[in-house]
């Protein structure tokens, strides 16, 4: 929905005019097309970096308007630091910096000369990672919004990146550039408001991703009680909204490997049911579908940069009500794998959805793996804060690879333990299972309980209640919908499992 900065890539060459950005490290330190540029400034940088308290210290920028010496209008002095030290994370905060200032500016262009101080030649892949974070910088949900009396039209923005080999810094940018839509993407399925994105219209969203080659099945109710998914049938009966199971699938790998499975709790809105939540914040509770989302936005960003493998997204479209038809605590209902389920909680609703939208994965697809993404626990929030979503896996290596793959996109994860000892507290007298363990330990018998559910195939859970919406924003991120999942996904399957 938001109209996002446009990037473009040019031979590195000191521009003559217009706002520019620079790159200066320690101790003013700048690149051979960056040092030609300042050349004319009387004494260089060094005093009006002097005067402003400026060193090139990572974050530390230095703002010269209409700079003496220089035909420019604008010169922005942005400072690394040690790029040494940089992590990807980093350079999407750096791009998110220029972006901020352009914005600041109100320029509609900027040029940012991307010869890094001390290395030669520049990575290709830097320059596009800095401008995925401008990108994401640019963001903004204003959809419903109407301009005001006298207030400026928003700046649509674009960036040139003067680098040493433009060919390079495009190829790199193809990939980001799909990663980056799958990230908005998933941002505005979260930011929309819920009367306007119910289940039919999640799953339209979904079927627009046939643009990219994605085939997409889109399951009704009919097809689901065909199917016995009496869990996820259950939390949807309570809504005059249908529900819907979303399958989405890229076949980019070998015709007969097995495919990578993602899984998404799409919980439209979640009013917690007979079991109702207060009434305080209960507006983001729209954003209890940001498993689904993340699910979607990530094979918005496979297909969109057209990764060799092959995946399945799967997610599970209900919303959650209390209305005279609502399933209620005490119901036991039957899951599509024929395991009984005791409600003591229809709050408790989210692993209900997955308990069958995972075992028709598992059942259908026999898929390499299965990871799931769900706001599932507010018992996340108390672990982890907003700093980590929390994982839960039957497999180590499984797990070691997204921890890597957190690390290095900066969207991380924290294990959390599975044990019998924990799935000792969702056993019951009355049914196979009940659907909440109490409030010690909260989410992790919530992935005790969906573990049963995965037929023992390679599986992890994501709880990412703390993620998706809500934390501090931060350089490239000024959204309330954060799109988390996306890129720490597309990493994991860029780094370990494309042919």
């Given at each position: ?87 990807e ?106 009367n ?31 199917l ?21 699938r ?23 049911g ?104 507010g ?8 700093e ?58 919530a ?19 703390g ?26 399957v ?6």
């Open positions: 929905m938001s109209k996002l900065t446009k990037i473009s890539f040019a031979k590195a060459e000191a521009p003559q005019d217009g706002i520019v950005v620079v790159l200066a490290g320690e101790e003013l330190a700048l690149g051979k097309v960056a040092a030609e540029l300042v050349a004319p400034l009387a004494g260089g940088l060094a005093r009006p970096a002097a005067v402003a308290g400026f060193s090139g210290k990572k974050g530390s920028s230095l703002d010269l308007i209409a700079p003496a010496g220089l035909s420019l209008d604008r010169l922005f002095v942005f400072g690394t630091g040690d790029l040494a030290v940089y992590a994370e980093d350079w999407l905060k750096l791009g998110g910096s220029i972006q901020a200032c352009a914005l600041s500016a109100k320029a509609a262009r900027v040029t940012v000369v991307f010869d890094l101080p001390g290395e030669a030649p520049v990575d290709a892949d830097k320059a596009a990672l800095v401008a995925m974070g401008a990108v994401l910088r640019s963001y903004v949900f204003d959809a419903y919004k109407s301009p005001k009396a006298g207030e400026d039209a928003p700046v649509n923005v674009k960036i040139e990146f003067a680098v040493e080999d433009p060919k390079a810094a495009k190829k790199a940018w193809s990939r980001y550039e799909a990663v980056s839509g799958g990230v908005c993407l998933a941002r505005d399925l979260v930011n929309l408001p819920p306007d994105l119910g289940t039919v219209e999640f799953a339209e969203k979904a079927k627009e991703l046939e643009k990219l080659g994605v085939e997409v099945e889109i399951l009704g109710e009919k097809e689901l009680k065909k016995k998914m009496g869990a996820l049938l259950g939390v949807a009966q309570g809504s005059a909204r249908p529900p819907r199971l979303a399958i989405m890229w076949n980019g790998g070998k015709k007969d490997d097995a495919p990578l499975a993602f899984v998404g709790k799409g919980v439209v809105f979640d009013s917690g007979i079991s109702i939540k207060p009434g305080a914040g209960m507006d983001e509770m729209k954003g209890d579908m940001g498993g689904a989302a993340a699910v979607t936005g990530l094979m918005h960003a496979l297909a969109g940069r057209k990764a060799k493998v092959n995946v399945v997204g799967v997610i599970g479209l209900v919303e959650n009500m209390p209305d005279a038809g609502a399933y209620r605590p005490g119901d036991i209902l039957t899951a599509m794998s024929g395991t009984t389920i005791e409600i003591l909680n229809t709050d408790a609703e989210g692993r209900l959805v997955l308990a069958d939208a995972l075992w028709y994965t598992q059942e259908r697809f026999k898929p390499a793996f299965m990871i799931d993404l769900a706001t599932l626990t018992a996340v929030l108390v672990a982890l804060g907003h980590h979503a929390g994982m839960y896996s039957n497999n180590d290596e499984l797990a070691d690879r997204l921890n890597a793959a957190g690390k290095s996109s900066g969207e991380t994860v924290w294990r959390m333990p599975l044990s019998k000892a924990y799935d000792k507290l969702i056993d019951t007298p009355n049914a196979d299972v009940k659907n909440t363990g109490g409030r010690m330990g909260g989410s992790i018998t992935a005790q309980f969906l573990q049963r559910f995965t037929n023992n195939v390679t599986w992890a859970h994501l709880d990412i209640a993620t998706a919406f809500g934390p501090a924003k931060h350089e490239y991120n000024q959204s309330w919908a954060t799109g988390y999942g996306v890129r720490l996904l597309d990493r994991l860029a780094d370990f499992y494309e042919v």
